[in-house]
């Protein structure tokens, strides 16, 4: 039975929720590997709509056991929030487990990552606020606070005494703002980890087990992996790796059991934050792309923030598909292209007098790129009724099919529309 990893192959937001939540459907396990409570997925599907932070997708299946993996970065007021939400709409969360090795987003690192970014003014990252930088760097670092700790009072106290007292010396001397109190942080934290006490567990002999026993397990990807921390448009990236190595790595799984790497693509580019984006657009066709007031809103799920939209890049999505072995493509949101007469996509930059088909290293470089377009017809037809590929009009097909040649992988799935039956499977991915 395979296991398999859905990456966001560009700068996150490309409706990887929607493509998991049908395929945790099919799968027994589901594994979210990565990052924090800076992603946001909307799920929609026949018990409603819900914008989940943290929770794994497969979270609605009631045959589904989901884990929030070691490499997940956990607040735990918004693990919380969500949990009671759920309960509140009769979804059984009890097939849930926690990783005792995921780290926890602690306050002082919410404070961090907003006082760095005003710190850093013109050059400011655009980071989604919630403390994700700061808990990785302290993970690293090796003075992080896991969610095991919380079940131990006097773990819990001893390495938040510790690591409060550097971090309040940070918050008064260099920024200039009040300290946190030991004794009122940690009877939070203490209390957290009761309440959370009965999902938090070694998850590692529930993943051996359902390797073993051959069940079909699924890696849900946040971010996307042009935030990579090494591959990304570095410094303008997350603090993790949300591709198919830090899959592995974040649920503790070896590489050899992958079966497949499933990119997710949308039809056209988002971003939000800072850091280059070749093919942004602006003006009318940013207008249509950004979809406003509308189901598919370019709005984030996390921080209402308007996305940055723009062509499809060729030259990242290849890229993207290079460095996570992608073999399967999912092309989300074609229908956002219906309205336009002509689509381009960027299959080469231009870099003074050099053509290249790959993205530069360095972000200085990287702005300079022009990207060279190829231009296709548009179909101006609605496509979200298609429940096939053959119903899809022909210049979509050819659009869709031009940019699995330029990505270098076969066509898994297409989505037309948020509704879980606005997916149409194109080749059999698990
Ligand atoms: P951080 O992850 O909050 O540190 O933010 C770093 C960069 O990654 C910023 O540009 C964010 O906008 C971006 N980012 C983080 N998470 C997501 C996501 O889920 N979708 C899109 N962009 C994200």
């Given amino acids: 039975m395979p296991v398999i990893a859905v990456i966001g192959a560009q700068w996150g937001d490309e409706g990887k929720g929607h493509i998991v939540d049908l395929l945790a459907n099919r799968s027994r396990l589901v594994i979210r590997y990565g990052g924090g409570n800076n992603a946001g997925h909307t799920v929609v599907n026949e018990q409603g709509t819900f914008k989940l932070h943290l ?60 006082l760095q970014e005003q710190a850093r003014g013109d050059s400011k990252i655009g980071t989604t606020g919630r403390g994700i930088g700061p808990a990785y760097s302290d993970k690293m670092d ?44 940690y009877l939070r934290f203490l209390e957290y980890g009761r309440q959370l006490a009965d999902y938090v567990t070694n998850t590692h002999p529930i993943i051996h087990r359902a390797l073993q026993r051959d069940v079909p397990v699924l890696l849900e990807g946040a971010q996307g992996v042009l935030l990579d921390v090494d591959h990304g448009t570095y410094p303008y990236v997350t603090s993790s790796p949300p591709g198919a190595a830090g899959a592995c790595q974040g649920a503790g799984i070896g590489p050899t059991h992958l079966n497949s790497v499933i990119g997710v693509y949308k039809a056209y580019t988002t971003r939000v934050g800072e850091g280059p984006f070749p093919t942004e657009v602006q003006g009318p066709v940013a207008d249509a792309l950004r979809q406003i007031g509308k189901p598919w809103a370019e709005v984030g799920t996390t921080t209402g923030r308007a996305r940055r939209v723009g062509w499809f890049d060729a030259v990242m999505a290849r890229y993207a598909a290079q460095i996570n072995g992608i073999d399967t493509v999912a092309i989300t949101k074609l229908d956002v292209l219906d309205t336009l007469p002509e689509i381009k996509i960027c299959v080469g930059y231009k870099l003074h007098d050099a053509e290249l088909d790959y993205p530069p290293t360095t972000v200085a470089v990287l702005s300079q790129v022009e990207p060279i377009y190829e231009e296709m017809p548009g179909w101006q037809t609605a496509t979200s009724g298609a429940r096939r590929f053959e119903d899809l009009p022909e210049a979509a097909q050819a659009y869709v099919a031009r940019l699995c040649q330029l990505v270098g992988a076969r066509l898994g799935l297409i989505s037309i529309g948020p509704e879980r039956d606005q997916i149409i499977v194109v080749s059999e991915v698990l």
């Avoid at 759920?86 to 919410?110: G, K």
């Avoid at 969610?147 to 938040?160: A, C, F, V």
């Fill in 142 to 185: 090796r003075v992080g606070i896991r969610m095991g700790d919380l079940l131990h009072e006097q773990t819990l106290l001893e390495r938040l005494r510790a690591v409060l007292e550097e971090k309040n010396r940070l918050l008064t001397k260099l920024y200039g703002v009040k300290p946190l109190s030991l004794h009122d942080t």
């Fill in 55 to 114: 929770l794994p997708s497969g979270i609605f299946d009631p045959h589904t056991v989901n884990i929030i993996g070691s490499g997940v970065v956990i607040d735990p007021a918004v693990l919380l929030g969500e949990l009671n939400e759920l309960q509140s709409r009769n979804i059984d969360t009890s097939r849930l487990f926690i990783s005792e090795r995921a780290h926890v987003i602690m306050p002082y690192h919410v404070m961090e990552d907003k």
